[in-house]
């Protein structure tokens, strides 16, 4: 019996995807105005939200719904490492510290890492599959306005150990489907990717200050 949960939660979170989409930022990195310093601060940032998210993955991947999507093909951690390395020099992690709105991805994450990591879904699927529907787009983009050559600087968008990205979604949708999801969970998982999208909107907020600023 298959939950549909993954048709469950495009429709559930369209509205907030519509929103992340229309923040500022986006609209700007999306129309290729990208200024360089504050697309790699988003990096610096995401870093330590996929640390976060691949923490608590590994931490409970024999859970009955987070083992059907462990896919460490997807981490991104190391491929971010290796982007901030080639913008800011091996020794950027020295005396980084998190802005509020990271900080507060970072602990909701760790948070439902130990007490509810059925809702490790819900952030799984907003960062990944983002990443994999437009991931060659960005790359391009962000090529283009930061006027990079080849692949330097833009290990973010490449996954290396998948070869046909389009089969991965749909596999990856189908191991979504065959959770052992509960009648009264898959609302709970519905909310908190919605919690997601707010959490990475407010990210993108905080960049959006700083090129203000």
Do not use: C
Not at 52 to 77: C, D, G, S, V, W
Not at 133 to 138: A, E, K, N, R
Not at 140 to 153: C, D, F, N, T, V
Not at 181 to 208: C, H, W, Y
Request: charged letters at 25%; zero cysteines; a negative charge.
């Amino acid at each position: 019996m298959t939950s549909n949960l993954a048709t469950q939660l495009r429709e559930g979170t369209s509205k907030s995807h519509t929103m992340a989409e229309n923040v500022n930022f986006i609209k700007s990195f999306l129309g290729g105005v990208i200024d360089k310093s504050s697309y790699v601060e988003m990096l610096s940032k995401l870093y330590f939200v996929y640390e976060a998210i691949e923490k608590a993955m590994e931490k409970n991947k024999e859970h009955a719904y987070i083992k059907p999507i462990y896919f460490p093909e997807l981490n991104r951690t190391e491929s971010l490492k290796k982007d901030l390395d080639f913008h800011y020099g091996d020794n950027w992690l020295e005396g980084m510290t998190l802005s509020p709105a990271t900080k507060a991805y970072v602990d909701r994450i760790t948070q439902i890492g130990e007490e509810k990591p059925e809702l490790l879904v819900a952030h799984a699927y907003t960062r990944y599959l983002g990443d994999l529907s437009g991931g060659q787009i960005l790359k391009k983009i962000a090529q283009r306005g930061m006027g990079l050559k080849g692949s330097e600087g833009l290990a973010f968008y490449e996954f290396d150990e998948i070869n046909d990205e389009s089969q991965f979604k749909i596999d990856y949708k189908a191991a979504l489907d065959s959770l052992p999801i509960k009648e009264n969970e898959a609302p709970q998982i519905i909310a908190e990717a919605n919690v997601a999208f707010t959490l990475n909107m407010n990210i993108f907020s905080e960049l959006e200050f700083s090129l203000v600023r």
